[in-house]
């Protein structure tokens, strides 16, 4: 039995299915890692912050409230291990890979909270990038659906620094989807995505990289990105998801070295600081 499926026993099962930084230039993987520089420029995204709002996520500049605290608990654990203050080095710990089961869960939802919440850090600067190709969420909760991204960047049709945005949220950066690609999942599993992760993970030795992947049980493409990362986090929707469907989809992880989980919507509470390590356990019971 895994220990995800350990963690999910001793809960008793699931119920039944219901800041920018400098954009990086090319170069070789190889390079020292150095300090995010101080970015002067104009940004290029304005969040809009009503939107955010209406759909119950964080508001950048809140420092108190539930689902503030909520991220707080969830993110810590991860930045240990990204930047070597867990119990185990993991490579590529700082690029972590948010996805879920099904559709509809709230992948998206925590991918946008989690970036949102570690660019509250004093240290730290986020990197979000919309690997949904499909279906783009991120990138049209930021008005950048329309904008070149990661598939221009892995068709080699734009440098990276051409396609990284900045935002007005310090510390925060995006770099969307980008076009539509018949073969995005085999672009996706090309050693060319293999080198930009590569480069984004060392590029910056204060950068956290978060991906909003596509389900599992939806595509082949987050099973293919997740072997990319040195974390995953699996969003499961509570009072929604059947535990098999959880467990079909965490085997699809079982090369990751970390994976945890965030059981979202529940409305019932476990109490903060809930977790372990190598298929730790997270809670959010936010919207």
């Known amino acids: 039995m895994s220990i995800i499926e350990k963690a999910l026993e001793k809960q008793g099962g ?13 170069g070789p993987a190889s390079e020292p890692a150095k300090p995010s520089p101080q970015v002067s420029k104009k940004p290029q995204i304005i969040v809009n912050r009503e939107r955010l709002q209406e759909r119950g996520m964080l508001a950048p500049d809140a420092a108190s409230g539930q689902l503030v605290e909520e991220y707080r608990m969830i993110k810590r654990p991860l930045l240990m291990n990204a930047f070597g203050e867990g119990a185990e080095v993991i490579p590529h710990a700082n690029l972590i890979l948010v996805t879920s089961s099904l559709p509809g869960e709230g992948k998206t939802f925590t991918a946008v909270n989690l970036a949102l919440s570690i660019a509250a850090e004093r240290d730290k600067t986020v990197l979000l990038v919309d690997a949904d190709v499909i279906k783009p969420a991120t990138s049209r909760l ?3 659906h329309e904008r070149p991204g990661l598939i221009d960047v ?15 949220i310090p510390k925060l950066t995006l770099l969307p989807a980008g076009r539509q690609h018949s073969h995005a999942t085999e672009l996706l599993a090309s050693e060319e995505m293999q080198r930009l992760a590569r480069e984004i993970s ?6 956290v990289v978060i991906f909003d992947s596509p389900p599992l049980l939806a595509t082949t493409q987050a099973s293919v990105l997740a072997t990319h990362v040195g974390q995953v986090v699996l969003v499961v929707e509570a009072e929604s998801t059947p535990q098999y469907i959880v467990k079909e989809a965490a085997d699809m992880l079982n090369t990751c070295e970390v994976v945890g989980c965030v059981l979202n919507k529940t409305q ?20």
């Open 14 to 26: 699931l119920p039944p299915e219901p800041a920018a930084f400098e954009a990086a230039t090319d």
């Open 142 to 144: 930021f008005d950048a």
């Open 154 to 168: 892995l068709e080699r049709e734009k440098p990276l620094a051409d396609v990284l945005l900045r935002t007005d």
């Open 202 to 207: 060392q590029r910056y030795p204060d950068r």
């Open 268 to 287: 019932q509470g476990f109490g903060l600081g809930y977790y372990a390590y190598y298929g730790y356990k997270y809670y959010n019971y936010g919207e």
